[in-house]
């Protein structure tokens, strides 16, 4: 079993700056995928950036060269960076990892980015 608990979310005007933090019950290691989506109303939900064990990140393209995955192993937590923030990112943003085949997803951290 898996938790994610996910935080960092909020109020921002566009061009502001957030940093997400999803905390793991398991070492991130453990994880053969970690990742963050988003889901906007109306829409479907949507990958926004992820890594696989070893491996190097990947992002959508619309947060390019604005958002930035990381991690801290000793804290078991993943980081998502996101600056020059726009409208458009305007969305519940979920963590997500997959364990031993199952993919686990934490409860969402709403953010917000006003005009």
């Known amino acids: 079993q898996v938790q994610l608990v996910e935080s960092g979310g909020g109020l921002v005007q566009a061009g502001g700056s957030l940093r997400l933090s999803c905390v793991a019950s398991?070492?991130?290691?453990?994880?053969?995928?970690m990742g963050w989506y988003r889901q906007a109303p109306g829409k479907q939900r949507e990958v926004v950036a992820g890594f696989s064990s070893g491996g190097s990140p990947n992002y959508v393209d619309s947060v390019k060269g604005r958002f930035t995955i990381s991690s801290d192993n000793a804290k078991n937590t993943m980081y998502l960076q996101m600056n020059g923030l726009k409208p458009d990112d305007t969305a519940v943003y979920y963590c997500?990892?997959?364990?031993?085949?199952?993919?686990?997803w934490g409860q969402g951290t709403q953010v917000t980015v006003s005009s």
């Open positions: 997500n990892a997959l364990y031993f085949g199952y993919y686990y």
């Open positions: 398991r070492s991130i290691g453990s994880f053969n995928f």
